[in-house]
């Protein structure tokens, strides 16, 4: 009796420590994952127009940045937004703002990339991507058309 539970609690043993070395490779991975978007800046062109633009720290963010550099026709919706669907679905964690500032760079559903030129009441839900720094000037060189953009890293 006193073998098998020797035994049975050695067999725990081996079992906690090989679970804790695997945490310890997890947090490993998430800390390299983390460190990718140290750099969080992009840089938006419309026309000869740069607009620099910070990506947020999230799931969204990171897969955005993966495609980058990017260039893309984005078009015309509502006066306020130019939208364009990216070719593959992106990670979502979409909710409800409220209220949407110009130069908001969003996702809306899992695919379709959005930016904002105006300032708008919403009852949509977005994943936040990101926001360009300094909007001033963004509406202008959007237009009121299809506009080409390039989204690439700083």
Known sequence: ??????I???????IISGASSC???????????STVMTNNKIKITVNSKIFKASLLENNSARAFKEMLPLTINMIELN???KYYDLPNSI????????????GDLMLYGS??????????STSYSYTKLGKVDDAAGLTSALGS?????????E
Do not use: H, Q, R
């Not at 695919?111 to 708008?120: G, P, W």
């Open 111 to 120: 695919k379709t990339l959005v930016l904002f030129y105006k300032s708008i």
């Open 91 to 102: 990670p979502t964690n979409a909710s409800n703002p409220g209220t949407i500032n110009n």
């Open 145 to 153: 058309g299809n506009a080409t953009v390039t989204f690439e890293l």
């Open 79 to 81: 006066g306020n937004e």
């Open 1 to 6: 009796m006193k073998f098998s539970v020797l």
């Open 23 to 33: 945490n310890k490779d997890s947090d490993t991975i998430d800390t390299e994952n």
């Open 8 to 14: 049975f609690l050695t067999f725990i043993s081996v």
